[in-house]
């Protein structure tokens, strides 16, 4: 049972981190663009304050978007990190936002955008303090462990399938 789970976190965790890189740096429409805002909360405002029906749907996209898809990777973190600490893994994930923004900047694959990073780290931090939560529910790592790859695969097998399917339908 240990091989098969350890087999399932495994394979569930190369999936997130495969479209986490596909969301970020390929899943763009239109030309290429180039284009940077270093003033926080410019862009999240800017978001908030449209109400239309399809500008409403790309503010949930960007905003819950960069949010949502970095809580696994604080969860995943946590669980990687010899050293559990919230500071380090805050200040990874931090790095780890920086270093995409500059990557999507460098070849022109996006906006690089400070609201980004702190939508990031934010997602980053909900996905560190469920593994606290976890840790200090259970008081023991390999039963963390357990629960989010059984949590994981109730929910990224799904998301697979989904994100599998999407690429044979736009093909």
């Known amino acids: 049972m240990k ?7 495994c394979t569930i965790f190369i999936a997130y981190f495969l479209i986490l890189l596909d969301t970020i740096f390929f899943f763009r429409t239109g030309d ?18 449209v109400y239309d029906g399809v500008r409403h749907k790309l503010v949930d996209m960007n905003i819950w978007g960069n949010v949502l898809m970095f809580i696994p990777f ?12 919230l500071i380090k893994g805050v200040l990874i994930t931090v ?5 995409i923004e500059i990557v999507q900047f460098t070849f022109a694959l996006g906006s690089s955008d400070i609201d980004d990073i702190i939508l990031n780290t ?25 629960i989010i790859t059984i949590l994981s695969g109730i929910v990224g097998f799904p998301v697979i399938f989904i994100t599998i399917m999407l690429y044979v339908y736009n093909s």
């Open 95 to 99: 790095l780890a936002s920086l270093i």
């Open 74 to 85: 604080g969860i995943y973190l946590m669980i990687f990190l010899k050293e559990k600490s």
């Open 32 to 49: 290429s663009m180039r284009s940077v805002n270093l003033i926080p909360f410019k862009s999240i405002t800017q978001y908030v304050n």
């Open 122 to 146: 934010i997602g980053g931090l909900i996905g560190i303090l469920i593994y606290k939560i976890l840790m200090f529910i259970t008081k023991d790592s390999k039963k963390v462990k357990t």
């Open 3 to 9: 091989k098969f789970l350890n087999f399932v976190f």
